[in-house]
């Protein structure tokens, strides 16, 4: 089907004609809205292919433990709980927009859906020294394995086994928090076997800029990472977390993956999703087995002149 603008919206300017029309004639976009489990983001279609092509990481038996960074508007997290067995057929009735006109968010009626669901979210008011998840109670609902746990500034609509955090996970004792909720008689570490981050800065149209914000999003979960992934150990037969983390191509990106990256995990892929969008620089790194054989540590980068840009 090709689009065709209406009247009315042949009124708008033409970036937000090219924008609907791309958003309109994208096969994801399209999938996303006639898929059964109703994703709340096209980039659900993403971490799918990612898990699906690369050892289907998600769906290890020892996976008891995954954290979802920048989860909102919560696709990625409805991806990990239909793999984890939260979600039946990995379906949630009514949570998809209705139109893709609605972007990359999920449908505004939500709150007299909110209380089906069986999870529970804390907000930053909640976030005190004393925060307990295990005094939070849950409705009844389907039981999957493990504990997921999503971190977002944004509020997310409740999912099935997806325990949220409306917090900035860069503030201090963020870490603590997110181990504390992932402690579980399943998981009594408090460890991550999966961090997942599909993070982005928003864009300010210049590369330099972008690209250290990229940088410095990058630094911050890895450091996150560090304190939170489940360690390599032969001895116990632990094969080491895995993180999946977003960037953006560039040469200060590189050096990140070389200096730290690669140092301290078993194997490091780049990884462009075919439904990631062609004319975007986004890509993945699948990074499998963490040692923490290197401290993590940020240090001075030396920001490429604008001319290589141009290469």
Known sequence: MVFRLSPILQKVRPTQQSWLRRQYNDPYVRQRLSHPASYRSRSAFKLLEINEKWGKFLEKNDVQAVVDLGAAPGGWSQVVAGKMGWLEDERIDGTGPSSPLEGEGYGLNQKAKDERYSSWSVKDRDLVDTFDPLSLTETPGRVGKGVIVAVDLLRMAPIPGVHTLQMDFLAPKSSDIVMSALKTSANPSGKADVIISDMAANFTGN????????????FSAIEFASKTLKVADKQRGL????????HFAHPLLQEFRRRILVPNFHVVYYIKPDSSRSESAEGYWLCRGWTGKKQVQRYASETPHEDEFQQ
Do not use: E, M, N
Not at 208 to 218: E, K, R
Not at 239 to 246: F, N, S
């Open 239 to 246: 094969r080491g977390g895995t993180l999946l983390l977003k």
């Open 207 to 218: 590369h330099i800029t972008d690209s250290q914000a990229c940088l410095d999003i990058c």
